[in-house]
């Protein structure tokens, strides 16, 4: 395994072993694709199971050299959904929306899982009791 790829592979375990189905993606622009894009149409199935981890790990390691990954949302993962916050379109919306969060919604924003993004926003996941639709 690849230094670099160690510490990422720690967390995207813990993703899969909660159910989420993981792609890998582009860490960077190439000759196919521009970074954060996922390779191929392979990922198609994977919003139809999980990939198993060998395999991710050979994706990964192996033939893509990627330590980036994206999340797969919908019934896959159990119904999960993920909201993007980019806040580079409206500064200061993630302040607005998480104080009104805070304010309106105390008990909801603790259950909430919250990633800060690489381009500054955030993500915000969570599970839905019901199927959840696309886009």
């Known amino acids: 395994m690849s230094a670099e790829l160690l510490p990422v592979w720690n967390e995207i375990e813990k ?23 996922p390779y191929g149409s392979s990922w198609k199935e994977y919003q139809f199971q999980i990939i198993a981890k060998d395999r ?48 309106l919604y105390p008990d909801l924003l603790q259950k909430l899982r919250i990633h800060k993004s690489p381009s500054g926003g955030y993500h915000i996941l969570y599970r839905c009791e019901s199927e959840v639709e696309g886009n």
């Open 15 to 37: 993703y899969i072993d909660n159910g989420i189905s993981i792609i890998p993606v582009r860490d960077k622009e190439d000759a196919h694709g521009v970074a954060k894009s």
């Open 56 to 103: 991710l790990f050979e994706l990964m390691d192996i033939k893509y050299n990627t330590i980036a990954v994206g999340i797969v949302g919908g019934k896959v993962s159990g119904n999960l959904e993920i909201i993007d916050i980019d806040v580079k379109y409206k500064p200061g919306i993630d302040a607005i929306l998480f104080s009104d969060l805070k304010t």
